[in-house]
Nanobody, 121 residues
Framework: QVQLVESGGGLVQAGGSLRLSCAAS????????MNWHRQTPGKERELVAG???????KYADSVKGRFIISRDNAKTTVYLQMNSLKPEDTAVYYC???????????????WGRGTQVTVSS
């Protein structure tokens, strides 16, 4: 089973920046979408940003203009550059890929275990 591993979380002051990364343990045959979600206790997980196979991006209204999603040319890693961070951005951030693994016969949703981002006021 291919695993996604996030990194780059941590503690930062309001107004600061962090860059999250998410890489797969193996290469996929094809990737349809690479997304970042976040979740805080007692709330549903929400989509923060996504990038499609064609490179089109989408963002939650709450992060537009502050967060940037990108990927490397080989599509092995996805990044989330988070600028002008606010205390309300505090959450566990998860990467999620819709991908076709080489030993599978269908598209699957893959999730990382999450990385904590804490923004202090």
């Amino acid at each position: 089973q291919v695993q996604l591993v996030e990194s780059g979380g941590g503690l930062v002051q309001a107004g600061g920046s962090l860059r999250l990364s998410c890489a797969a343990s193996e290469s996929f045959y094809s990737i349809a979408a690479m997304n970042w979600h976040r979740q805080t206790p007692g709330k549903e997980r929400e989509l923060v940003a996504g990038i499609s196979s064609s490179g089109s991006t989408k963002y939650a209204d709450s992060v537009k203009g502050r967060f940037i999603i990108s990927r490397d040319n080989a599509k092995t890693t996805v990044y989330l550059q988070m600028n002008s961070l606010k205390p309300e951005d505090t959450a566990v951030y998860y990467c999620n890929w819709l991908a076709f693994a080489r030993n599978r016969i269908s598209w699957d949703d893959y999730w990382g275990r999450g990385t904590q981002v804490t923004v202090s006021s």
